[in-house]
């Protein structure tokens, strides 16, 4: 509740009152342009102060997050705090584009975790071209031998889509990239599978450039049965 956060305020601004005005200048430096990211991570400040609250009680001495937005943070904020030691992971939303705060958190975090040496490359204008803070785990890649599954060549040629509906991931590129296939007159089929904000948008693209006898949706489909 509000109030509870208000007392968890008033409760560090007793201890820590220069972590307090440090925490509550940042918010003077945020700006509005990617308000839906930016709001988080203001509402995410003022949340940090019963959240490190808590770390003190169950005695936890280092932190990691999963993301490099509202989740670090927070715990940013809680190193701020206490000196408690904080990690966090960068990895696709949440650093395209960054946050305000993402220089600070990245110079104060003992590491970065981040997924590809894109990202690696991206943060480390943050940290003025040094690497050493930076850890890529490349995620998302089965364990387990694959064997090569046989390609026919011929057509109608199979285009498969998988991912999340969103902007960024390019599909209304790959069908007006179609386009101009079924212009060249090849023969061939997409099957989209995934979910996201934009299928709609999607669908009514595939309408407008006339491409819906060509194009299946699939729903989101598990890992094991790509």
Not at 22 to 42: D, Y
Not at 150 to 168: C, D, E, N, S, T
Request: charged share 25%; with cysteine; hydrophobic share 45%.
């Amino acid at each position: 509740s509000l109030r509870r956060l208000a007392g968890r305020l008033a409760y560090w601004w007793r201890r820590k009152p220069d972590a307090v005005k440090h925490i509550s200048g940042a918010l003077r430096e945020l700006h509005w342009r990617h308000l839906k990211k930016n709001a988080e991570s203001a509402w995410v400040l003022l949340v940090s102060f019963e959240l490190t609250r808590r770390f003190e009680e169950d005695a936890i001495e280092r932190v990691h997050t999963p993301w490099a937005c509202g989740c670090a943070t927070a715990v940013w904020a809680a190193s701020k705090l206490t000196g408690r030691l904080f990690s966090f992971t960068a990895r696709a939303w949440d650093i395209y584009p960054q946050d305000w705060l993402i220089r600070a958190k990245i110079l104060d975090a003992v590491l970065v975790r981040t997924e590809t040496a894109a990202n690696v490359r991206h943060l480390s204008i943050y940290t003025d071209g040094a690497f050493e803070k930076f850890h890529a785990t490349y995620n998302g890649v089965p364990l387990r031998a694959e064997r090569d599954s046989a390609v026919a060549m011929r057509a109608p040629y199979r285009i498969l889509a998988v991912g999340h509906f969103v902007r960024k991931k390019g599909f209304d590129q790959l069908l007006m990239a179609s386009r101009i296939l079924a212009d060249a007159g090849i023969d061939f089929r997409i099957d989209f599978a995934g979910y996201g904000l934009l299928r709609w948008q999607l669908k009514w693209l595939i309408y407008r450039i006339k491409l819906s006898d060509r194009v299946h949706f699939h729903r989101f489909v598990r890992h094991e049965r790509r």
